[in-house]
């Protein structure tokens, strides 16, 4: 039968490294700690920056501060936000599902661009051939969002094995025709 041995007492050598890694632990959380107050102070300093130039926490000018805005920043915000007004007015959804339906085995779609100033849109793709390229050109024409649809550059990859290529499409955006509500005039 063994002998039991009931001496839970560490050896010499393994109390120094539950040692170490309690003084590496403390030093962690002490780093940790200082990281803290350090990152706090430095956002407490930039709220109070802009509180001074007039712009909330959030990002967003109160109207009421909007009297100490020099002319070019409230130009500069009436652009951006006529920028971002006629990106929102882009019919993305009707885009997307038009350029969806006109991709098909043979081309593939690396990007979309567009320009909501000009109206216009550009695509990056990658067709297997120069008939399939064309196809998909006429494709897109045959849609009812686009028009003045150009291939206006196309390259051969001549470094992969299958030889595709890569074009780019520049198009316009149709005007959406605004639809006036019809008041019925009843006779009286």
């Known amino acids: 039968m063994r002998q039991l041995r009931f001496n839970f007492a560490p050896k010499r050598g393994e109390a120094y490294v539950s040692y170490a890694f309690l003084a590496a ?4 959380a002490s780093y940790v700690g200082w990281l803290y107050v350090t990152v706090a102070t430095a956002q407490t300093s930039a709220d109070a920056r802009l509180t001074k130039l007039g712009v909330a926490s959030s990002g967003v000018l109160h109207p009421s501060d909007r009297g100490h805005m020099t002319p070019s920043e409230s130009n500069d915000d009436v652009n951006y936000e006529r920028s971002v007004s ?55 024409r045959a849609g009812k969002l686009l028009h003045d649809i150009e291939i206006k550059n196309h390259k051969i990859i001549t470094q992969d094995s299958l030889r595709p290529v890569r074009f ?18 009843q006779p009286g």
């Open 86 to 140: 006629d990106q929102l007015a882009v019919p993305w959804d009707d885009l997307f599902k038009e350029i969806e339906l006109s991709v098909d085995d043979e081309v593939i779609l690396l990007g979309v661009e567009s320009d909501s100033v000009r109206g216009t849109v550009s695509f990056v793709a990658e067709a297997r051939s120069l008939t399939a390229m064309i196809a998909y050109a006429r494709r897109l």
């Open 168 to 185: 780019v499409i520049h198009s316009r955006l149709r005007p959406r025709v605004q639809v006036q509500p019809t008041t019925s005039a």
């Open 25 to 28: 632990s403390i030093l962690l």
